[in-house]
């Protein structure tokens, strides 16, 4: 018999969705798919020409389980230059990817019984996680009506003796919402007030637009870097997300526990893809190259929100980061039942892709990723609207 801990568990329904998108397109079905959670560009030249060399020079052996120590010191010194947050290489863990940086942290720091603040709609792997390390996801809502911004006010109800742990993701997954850096202090007050470890998923660090400036909330106090765990990754912000390169910055105490547990369960992240996360933060073409991909997302977000406020009945939150929209189709949901139900109508149907809101605990949604061409987003949104409509 499988272990209780593993009975709930689901594959993560965006991975699934995109597998049945690519069996379709196989197949020569016409469809456009909303589902990616990666950007539809490719990782620059600089950045693999680094990895093949490491490769021909023999980087090829085990490396040290916290990675190796050129590219800690490089984040170390990326994390106060952009950040504002002074951590010493020994603080940094090289993890396969942001989402092994989660697990291992969470891993690390909670106990049986232990209560997890989410802010819901969230990202499909957070409840997982926390369910497998046998704590409890405690639901945060947050209102359409907010542009989906957590707020300290909100949060302040949901916490107990039993709180561990609030996970902050901003920009957000599947949102876009971003949450103001004074807010965000005054979440960090409260945390601190009450003894709860944020863990701060900056992912989509990189994509914020109308001018907004990303915030690390480690960087706002000693006391507050001292209970808060940055997660990171190269896969979002250099297009490298089949790299599966991440990283954790904390205090040494976790950062020590997150090695050893790296060491005792994958060794340690690839050896010779590290020597291309290097590069990534040394060469001067890298910023250039971020920067390229940030206009051209916000240009599509741009797109994408003006084209889905001209579909009656429904609203949306113009997202101020990452590269997710994620429109309100209730009013088209319930027609069928489900968002899932309509996920399937707008497959067949419409032949457009998106994954429903359900997956990220916001019934009636629909999360639609912008890392297609702007004409995709013209005719896939076209294609959504006569397939919503034809259910009037
Ligand atoms: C909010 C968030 N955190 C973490 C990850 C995982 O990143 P990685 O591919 O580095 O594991 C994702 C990927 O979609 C994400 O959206």
């Known amino acids: 018999m499988l272990a209780k801990r593993v009975s ?10 995109s597998a049945k998108v690519n ?21 620059p030249d600089f950045i693999k020409e680094a990895c093949i060399k490491a490769l021909k020079d023999g980087k090829t052996k085990y490396a040290p389980s916290a990675g190796i120590p050129e590219l800690k010191e490089a984040l170390a010194e990326k994390l106060l230059r952009e950040n504002q947050v002074e951590y010493r290489p ?17 891993l690390a720091l909670l106990e049986e019984g232990d209560e997890v603040l989410l802010p819901s709609p969230y ?18 809502p947050l209102k359409e009506e907010e542009g989906f911004i957590l707020r300290a006010e909100t949060l302040k109800e949901y916490i107990t003796p ?35 470890f944020i863990v701060s998923d900056e992912c989509y660090e990189a994509f914020l637009y109308d001018g907004e400036e990303f915030v690390s ?20 912000t250099f297009s490298m997300t089949g790299w599966r390169l991440g990283y954790v910055a904390c205090p040494e105490k976790y950062a020590k526990v997150i090695a050893d547990l790296n060491s005792q369960s ?29 206009k051209t997302f916000e240009r599509r977000r741009d797109l994408a929100y003006n084209l889905l406020g001209e579909i009656p009945h429904i609203s949306v939150v113009k997202p101020k980061g990452a590269f997710y ?18 996920a399937e109508y707008l497959i067949e149907k419409g032949k457009v892709a998106g994954v429903p809101g359900s997956a990220f605990g916001a019934e009636g949604y629909l999360r639609l990723s912008y890392c297609v061409s702007e004409n995709t987003i013209k005719e896939g949104i076209d294609r959504l609207k006569s397939a919503l409509l034809s259910l009037l």
């Open 90 to 106: 020994s603080e940094v863990v090289i993890t396969s990817g942001a989402k092994m940086a989660l697990f291992l942290v969470m």
């Open 266 to 294: 994958i060794s340690n992240a690839t050896t010779f893809a590290q020597y291309g996360a290097l590069e990534a933060l040394k060469n001067s073409k890298a910023k250039e190259f971020v920067e390229n991909m940030k």
């Open 325 to 342: 929209i994620f429109p309100n189709l209730k009013f088209y949901s319930e027609k069928l039942g489900s968002d899932l139900r309509l």
């Open 123 to 140: 990202w499909v792997t957070y409840p997982e996680q926390i369910l497998l390390c046998g704590a409890k996801v405690v639901e945060v």
């Open 8 to 17: 709930h568990i689901k594959p993560a329904p965006t991975l699934a969705l």
């Open 162 to 196: 039993k709180t561990k742990m609030l996970i902050l993701n901003s920009p957000s997954n599947p949102t876009g919402a971003v949450v103001p850096k004074q807010e965000q202090e005054k979440i960090a007050q409260l945390c601190l007030e009450r003894g709860i």
């Open 23 to 43: 069996q379709l397109k196989t197949q020569g079905v016409d469809i456009i798919g909303f589902g990616a959670g990666e950007p539809d560009f490719d990782t």
């Open 217 to 236: 909330p480690a960087s706002f106090s000693k006391e507050v870097r001292e209970i808060t765990l940055t997660i990171n990754a190269f896969s979002k």
